[in-house]
Nanobody, 126 residues
Framework: QVQLVDSGGGLVQPGESLTLSCVVSEFTLDRYDIGWFRQAPGKEREAVSCISGSFATTYYTDSVKGRFTISKHTAKNTVYLQMNSLKPEDTGIYYC???????????????????WGQGTQVTVSS
């Protein structure tokens, strides 16, 4: 059974860092694109960062560029999201999910809407 288990959220102050982890089972990371999606209070869910299965093409939404880094460890079947210089507007529930990364001029990322992690809460507050 396909499973994505995400973890690593917490309560931090502005400027601090967190690293989210997404462990996947029943498929290998070279076959699927994986993304981190954020659901903030009162806002629509958005793709924060994604990484493609092949070539490790990455996507970042504008608001996190230069602060967040997505990576994957194929042998551990784990995708990471290193979040630095966190801001209050980064607050939300972060979900890892299978995604579709398309690079054609610009790079875009959308959820495949089939497999999701359970979500991990990130709260940035002083």
């Amino acid at each position: 059974q396909v499973q994505l288990v995400d973890s690593g959220g917490g309560l931090v102050q502005p400027g601090e860092s967190l690293t989210l982890s997404c462990v996947v089972s029943e498929f290998t990371l070279d076959r699927y694109d994986i993304g981190w999606f954020r659901q903030a209070p009162g806002k629509e869910r958005e793709a924060v960062s994604c990484i493609s299965g092949s070539f490790a093409t990455t996507y970042y939404t504008d608001s996190v560029k230069g602060r967040f880094t997505i990576s994957k460890h194929t042998a551990k079947n784990t995708v990471y999201l290193q979040m630095n210089s966190l801001k209050p507007e980064d607050t939300g529930i972060y979900y890892c999910a299978t995604a579709l990364v398309v690079q054609y001029g610009t790079t875009t990322c959308d959820s495949r809407d089939d497999y999701w992690g359970q979500g991990t809460q990130v709260t940035v507050s002083s």
